[in-house]
């Protein structure tokens, strides 16, 4: 093809992405959303989707600039969808841990809280800037430092794939790889306000620092005292990713080390080998390592989660199995499968790991003709998953939440050798039918597992999670229900506990995890089962309480689980309950008034773990 028309083509991308972003802007929600996919207008996504196919095309079939500009589309396009529920104005989006750090970033505003009180204060620091510099709200600075966090994951990934194997096609595979999003499994890393999701994004950055390196013979760049200007850019993405999250910086930190035992192994074993020509990483390994240690042992809730995954592993039935086992009974009753599910969720990121575990088997094997040099950073970044993975066991058997954590750090670095090793294949394909074929091949592989990343790199009905929108009726019915409440009534939720909008709300430092402070009255969930039975003043311990829900609530109970947790007629007959009075409507919050007696009060405020989905 003629430049020309490449770069015309590639224009009609920008300009497809620009529509699309204008459409969604001009677009926003006005009410709660269950799927992010489906509020978003058609024409957006058909712009995003043209894009989209421009990139790929382009990163795949052309060279240097042309390439660059290719890949720059994708990675703008990339972000626009990741940055839906912001053009989109949302109010906000998250309702775990997201609040919890909405209620932190308000404390900061407020000065009820210090940045350096907290043990990773990145993302609200951020947050706290783009509300004082740019005037916007705290919920949508936190959208912005979510989305300005992402941005590295994009840009770095392929210039990693660049340092490593200089492979123009390696580059560009990586990129679209970078697309796909694989660290986000929507179990335990989420793209959302979730500083351990949003540190992932800025591993690339610390991995390309490493590779410079051990790259780049800096002889005559030093910086004063005669450290390597890339010694500095690895201690400071270190420290960049400590404030944001220290799991994922620990994790480099596993990474580093993994390369300085390679090193070492290297020395003692060879006397000719290109590792040998590498400077070593063993003062980086102990720097950091020191780092973490200082930060993390010196605060209280990291000595917490040490004691709960200990705790977990010495525990009976802890763990991913009971899990598993929970959410596929579960699937099953309300029509669903966890075939199915995995599918949905997991299908590209098993193909990339499939393809990646073949050619790190073929690499260790000195089947392929691949450099020296290049092959050296894949054993590094190889042999690094052994005790990466050894974590995420470790992790598993203890707090599998924690293993989710686990397996996206391991996702970033797939996403790396993604690149290399579809760029091999490329070759391999290339001897047994015709190089286009080849191509054409790659490029229905890459293009399938971006279409499945990007369907659940939010949370959907698709797979049977609805979005974590936030909407002003939300807030707002949460805003008056705490600050009207009477002294010393609980707040039940609907198979969700109201504590973490008390957190968003009214910030941290006025009340207590798990405690409302407007109120302070403990809060929990209504009992699923005596709840359905119509036993509404016995469905929570207490004399009296009130009974919360949203939209989001409802949507997630009644249209997605069909009633599996909360009965539909349960939910409709509130209204005629004698004892149940609703004391707060909107169109998206409700809250009751429910008269408990002693009588019918069951022993725990708590769904039970077997009707969960």
Sequence with gaps: MRRSAIEMTVAVG????????????????????????????????????????????????????????????????????????????????????????????????????????????????I??????????????????????????????????????AGSELAVGIAA????????????????????????????????????????RRSTVERLPLGVSPFSALILLTGFALLVVHPQQMINVVVLIGAVSGVQYLARWRFDDHPMLEHPTTYAHTISLGALFGIWALSNERFRQAVIALVTGLLAQDVG????????????????????????????????????????????????????????????????????LTGMFLVYFLGTPTMAFRQMGFIYVLLTILAGIAFARLTGSLSSVITRPGANAVVALVLSACLVLGLMTVFTSPLIYNPSQHVTDEMMSGYEDALGHGAEGVPYAGMGYDPYRYDHGINGISGGGSGTISGASATTGTANASVFSAGNYTGAYPADKYYLVFTEWDRTKEIDIYEGLNYDRAALEELDTEPDVNKVISNDEFKMYTVNGTTVNRTPTNRTPTNSTA
């Design 176 to 215: 679209i790889a970078s697309w796909m999003v694989l660290p986000v499994n929507n179990i335990a890393t989420h793209m959302a306000v979730h500083t351990n999701s949003n540190a992932l994004f800025l591993v690339p950055p610390a991995v390309f620092a490493l590779v410079a390196y051990l790259r």
């Design 14 to 125: 920008f300009l497809a992405v620009a529509i699309g972003l204008l459409v969604a802007r001009a677009n926003p929600a006005t009410a709660y959303e269950p799927s992010v996919y489906v509020g978003t207008p058609t024409i957006t996504w058909a712009g995003f989707a043209l894009a989209l196919a421009i990139a790929v095309g382009t990163t795949l079939v052309c060279r240097g600039r042309q390439q660059g500009v290719g890949i720059g589309l994708g990675a703008l396009t990339v972000t626009a969808i990741v940055s839906l529920p912001l053009v989109r104005n949302y109010r906000f989006a998250g309702m775990g841990d997201a609040l919890t750090h909405l209620g932190l970033t308000r404390d900061i505003v407020a000065g009820a809280t210090q940045p350096h009180e907290l043990f990773y204060p990145g993302l609200h620091a």
């Design 127 to 164: 947050a706290t800037v783009f509300h004082f510099v740019g005037g916007v709200s705290i919920e949508r600075g936190l959208l912005i430092g979510m989305v300005v966090l992402f941005v590295p994951f994009v840009v770095f990934v392929p210039l990693v794939v660049r340092g490593m």
């Design 320 to 387: 991913g199995n009971s899990t598993v086992n929970q959410r596929g009974t579960s699937l099953t009753e309300i029509g669903g499968s966890l075939t199915e599910l995995f599918v949905k969720m997991f299908l590209d990121k098993a193909v990339i790991a499939i393809i990646v575990g073949l050619f790190i088997l073929v690499v260790w094997l000195r089947r392929t003709s691949l450099d020296d040099e290049p092959r050296s950073f894949v054993n590094y970044v190889s042999l690094s998953l052994f005790p």
